[in-house]
């Protein structure tokens, strides 16, 4: 597999991605010929409200990159390198972007920009009998699957320092597989078993599931993404060359959906915003289509850049663009949480900020709690009055829910006597008890089952 060096590139170190990509395409230094060589936008990952990029193979077998940013695309241009399927992308934030592809070797190759360059193509060894997928759930943290040659799941990872090897996942796969994460820790990977149907395997509470059906036929790959903590949508080219939708809200999978159109290849999707969804797919004409959800479906609309599709798209996006991430410390330990957006997110800052105040009997802060003394002040700071003041109050009078989000309540005890806001990932905050102080736990280690309700807000 041969890759070319860019060193030129070096002269942009210091420039935002965008404005060092439209400097050095000014500069000659970057390839955009005048037109657009036939190949495949292989992903999607959106890094903020209004950031989208774009990787695809060209007729070369090159990678090629593409970026929107506030509404407008830029050009595609070349990142040269020699791969075989379809490249995928994602990105943990602003200036960061993080290319993977099989090479010409079989083997899983990586390319990044980062501190306003593009960095030289790097090996990563394996063996993939398919394109690879790629997520990030948080700065400083890649996730890639493949399907091996012995057409099993295998993952390796970048764990903020330094690559791992590679894991076996086991499974039998028929497709390349996708890939979605709602928040840190959280990994939901899916492809085509050999039924022909859409499964999955998630990576929750520090260990693997075993694989699950979620029927459907599919003619492809699936492409995965997720827009918030607890949603999923999964979308495949069905037996009938349809686009159709399957999503993971509120604790459930719902139903197949049809949404039409004539594929002639696997969809790609990526999320740039809570509740958006932008889902790519290679017409019958070889085109670059495009269709967009936000409140409800727009109809199909054609690229006008002239590509012409040799292959299906492959997408992938992450998660954490919709929410915050925070590195907290709690008793000596680190802990990454991901905080959703709007006032449930305003409740978690805040009392994420109390870590370390003391308990007190009746304590409503804002130096000193008790345990449903921090959630009235929390909410209280996010501008929303609880029905209560007491922990059993609070679940008498808010609607109970049986599978948490970030944000709701957890309770403990027949009658009630304890209570916390849920974090995501099994994980709360809360202020548990005399000569103690707020503090993260585990919802299964205090001793009795946990009940939730959740938060209207």
Same mark, same amino acid.
Not at 232 to 251: E, M, N, P, S, T
Not at 347 to 370: E, M, Q, R, V
């Given at each position: 597999?041969?890759?070319?060096?860019?060193?030129?590139?070096?002269?942009?170190?210091?420039?935002?991605?965008?404005?060092?990509?439209?400097?050095?395409?000014?500069?000659?230094?970057?390839?955009?010929?005048?037109?657009?060589?036939?190949?495949?936008?292989?992903?999607?990952?959106?890094?903020?409200?209004?950031?989208?990029?774009?990787?695809? &193979?060209?007729?070369?077998?090159?990678?090629?990159?593409?970026?929107?940013?506030?509404?407008?695309?830029?050009?595609?241009?070349?990142?040269?390198? +020699?791969?075989?399927?379809?490249?995928?992308?994602?990105?943990?934030?602003?200036?960061?972007?993080?290319?993977?592809?099989?090479?010409?070797?079989?083997?899983?190759?990586?390319?990044?920009?980062?501190?306003?360059?593009?960095?030289?193509?790097? &090996?990563?060894?394996?063996?993939?009998?398919?394109?690879?997928?790629?997520?990030?759930?948080?700065?400083?943290?890649?996730?890639?699957?493949?399907?091996?040659?012995?057409?099993?799941?295998?993952?390796?990872?970048?764990?903020?320092?330094?690559?791992?090897?590679?894991?076996?996942?086991?499974?039998?796969?028929?497709?390349?597989?996708?890939?979605?994460?709602?928040?840190?820790?959280?990994?939901?990977?899916?492809?085509?078993?050999?039924?022909?149907?859409?499964?999955?395997?998630?990576?929750?509470?520090?260990?693997?599931?075993?694989?699950?059906?979620?029927?459907?036929?599919?003619?492809?790959?699936?492409?995965?993404?997720?827009?918030?903590?607890?949603?999923?949508?999964?979308?495949? &080219?069905?037996?009938?060359?349809?686009?159709?939708?399957?999503?993971?809200?509120?604790?459930?999978?719902?139903?197949?959906?049809?949404?039409?159109?004539?594929?002639?290849?696997?969809?790609?999707?990526?999320?740039?915003?809570?509740?958006?969804?932008?889902? =790519?797919?290679?017409?019958?004409?070889?085109?670059?289509?495009?269709?967009?959800?936000?409140?409800?479906?727009?109809?199909?609309?054609?690229?006008?850049?002239?590509?012409?599709?040799?292959?299906?798209?492959?997408?992938?996006?992450?998660?954490?663009?919709?929410?915050?991430?925070?590195?907290?410390?709690?008793?000596?330990?680190?802990?990454?949480?991901?905080?959703?957006?709007?006032?449930?997110?305003?409740?978690?800052?805040?009392?994420?900020?109390?870590?370390?105040?003391?308990?007190?009997?009746?304590?409503?802060?804002?130096?000193?709690?008790?345990?449903?003394?921090?959630?009235?002040?929390? =909410?209280?700071?996010?501008?929303?009055?609880?029905?209560?003041?007491?922990?059993?109050?609070?679940?008498?009078?808010?609607?109970?829910?049986?599978?948490? &989000?970030?944000?709701?309540?957890? =309770?403990?005890?027949?009658?009630?006597?304890?209570?916390?806001?849920?974090?995501?990932? +099994?994980?709360?905050?809360?202020?548990?008890?005399?000569?103690?102080?707020?503090?993260?736990?585990?919802?299964?280690?205090?001793?009795?089952?946990?009940? =939730?309700?959740?938060?209207?807000?």
């Amino acid at each position: 597999m041969q890759f070319l060096g860019l060193a030129a590139l070096r002269r942009a170190r210091r420039l935002p991605l965008l404005l060092a990509l439209t400097a050095l395409l000014a500069a000659g230094l970057l390839t955009v010929p005048a037109g657009l060589p036939a190949g495949v936008p292989a992903a999607a990952a959106s890094t903020t409200s209004n950031t989208t990029h774009l990787v695809k &193979r060209g007729s070369d077998g090159a990678v090629w990159f593409k970026s929107r940013q506030n509404g407008g695309w830029g050009e595609w241009y070349t990142l040269h390198g +020699g791969v075989v399927g379809e490249p995928a992308v994602t990105s943990w934030g602003p200036g960061r972007a993080d290319v993977f592809a099989r090479g010409t070797d079989d083997a899983l190759w990586h390319r990044a920009f980062h501190d306003g360059r593009w960095n030289a193509w790097h &090996r990563l060894g394996g063996r993939l009998s398919e394109a690879p997928a790629a997520v990030t759930w948080g700065v400083n943290r890649l996730d890639v699957f493949v399907r091996g040659a012995d057409s099993k799941l295998w993952q390796i990872a970048w764990a903020g320092n330094h690559w791992t090897a590679f894991f076996d996942l086991g499974g039998t796969l028929t497709s390349a597989p996708a890939v979605a994460s709602w928040g840190p820790g959280r990994l939901d990977v899916f492809s085509r078993d050999a039924a022909m149907g859409l499964q999955q395997v998630a990576f929750i509470n520090g260990r693997w599931s075993s694989w699950y059906s979620l029927g459907g036929v599919l003619a492809s790959a699936p492409a995965a993404v997720s827009w918030g903590p607890g949603r999923l949508d999964v979308f495949v &080219r069905d037996a009938r060359d349809k686009l159709a939708q399957i999503a993971f809200d509120g604790g459930r999978w719902t139903n197949w959906w049809d949404l039409a159109g004539g594929l002639s290849a696997a969809p790609g999707v990526s999320s740039p915003v809570a509740g958006r969804l932008e889902v =790519y797919g290679r017409g019958g004409d070889s085109a670059l289509w495009q269709r967009t959800f936000g409140g409800g479906w727009s109809s199909w609309e054609r690229f006008s850049d002239g590509a012409r599709l040799t292959g299906g798209p492959d997408a992938t996006s992450y998660s954490v663009q919709t929410a915050d991430v925070r590195r907290v410390v709690s008793k000596g330990r680190t802990y990454t949480i991901t905080v959703p957006p709007g006032k449930r997110g305003t409740a978690i800052h805040t009392a994420l900020d109390k870590l370390g105040s003391p308990y007190a009997y009746g304590g409503s802060g804002p130096n000193s709690f008790d345990c449903s003394g921090l959630v009235v002040f929390s =909410y209280g700071s996010a501008g929303v009055q609880m029905p209560s003041r007491t922990s059993s109050g609070m679940y008498e009078r808010l609607p109970k829910v049986s599978s948490p &989000r970030p944000g709701d309540l957890v =309770y403990y005890g027949n009658p009630v006597f304890h209570m916390g806001i849920y974090l995501g990932d +099994g994980l709360m905050v809360d202020a548990p008890r005399s000569g103690d102080v707020v503090r993260i736990m585990n919802i299964h280690n205090f001793g009795s089952p946990p009940k =939730y309700t959740t938060v209207p807000a």
